[in-house]
């Protein structure tokens, strides 16, 4: 009988005049009756933070738009989680954005700048389950020349002498190592392949076919979802 495959948890409730902006031109579409306003220099410009001024540049953008085209934008969509501290404080957005982009900060509860939680919101409703396929006692530092992994990394291994080491059945083609935490504080995540997790696990107490669990980051979530190979199971 073969492995179960890896499962994703989902815990759910069905539920002054500043000058001219230089940036890119945002992008218009329309869905259905409204239209959305996307300003693509607000995008993921990896971690660029974005408070009042940002929203300075969003008039002169709706603005131009509408004598452009002759209309009037009823939804001006902008920003993301990053903002939610800031509207939580404020209580309100300036200028014309009326709609924020949430994604991690509804999903995870955290806001992106810092990975704060955020007030009233659980940091759990997602969790990673996998079975472990193999447990063995193993060498820490494999035999030969170290070479290149398949993320293009040459690897650099401790040498602990014997330890007991375990392999779950997804890889890298299916979530970032680096975007899962063990629930078990005493399991290490050693690396992998694309297909297989490789974990250090304690001296005993784990056997074939247990399951273990981990925390999941954003990254970590949305490769999960769109993974062919995980299950989905709202609880």
């Known amino acids: 009988m073969g492995a179960s495959k890896p499962a994703i948890a989902a815990a759910c409730d069905s539920q002054s005049s500043p000058e001219r902006p ?90 992106t700048l810092h990975r704060s939680a955020l007030p009233g919101t659980f940091q759990d409703a997602f969790v990673l389950e996998d079975e472990l396929i193999e447990v063995k006692t193993k060498p820490s530092v494999p035999d030969g020349e170290i070479a290149q992994n398949v993320c293009g990394e040459t690897p650099v291994s401790e040498d602990r002498g014997l330890m007991q080491r375990g392999i779950l059945a997804l890889g890298i083609q299916d979530v970032p190592f680096n975007g899962l935490t063990p629930e078990d504080t005493d ?38 979802f769109t993974s062919d190979y995980v299950q989905k199971e709202s609880i």
């Not at 306003?37 to 001024?53: C, D, T, V, W």
């Not at 738009?65 to 969509?77: N, P």
């Not at 297909?195 to 999941?216: C, K, M, N, Q, W």
Request: proline content about 5%; charged content about 20%; overall charge negative.
């Open 22 to 111: 230089t940036q890119r031109s945002p992008t218009l579409c329309s869905s259905q009756d409204n239209i959305f306003l996307s300003p693509q220099y607000l995008n993921e410009k990896a971690g660029a933070r974005r408070l009042p001024s940002f929203c300075c540049n969003i008039p002169f953008l709706v603005a131009e738009i509408e004598r452009l085209f002759d209309l009037r934008l009823e939804i001006v969509s902008s920003g993301n989680s990053a903002n939610l501290p800031w509207l939580m404080e404020e209580g309100c957005i300036p200028g014309r954005i009326n709609q924020l982009r949430i994604g991690e900060g509804i999903l995870l509860g955290r806001e």
């Open 187 to 224: 399991i290490q995540i050693l690396g992998g392949s694309s297909d297989h997790t490789i974990v250090a696990l304690p001296e005993s107490g784990y056997r074939v076919g247990d399951i273990l669990r981990f925390a999941i980051d954003y990254g970590a979530l949305i490769r999960l």
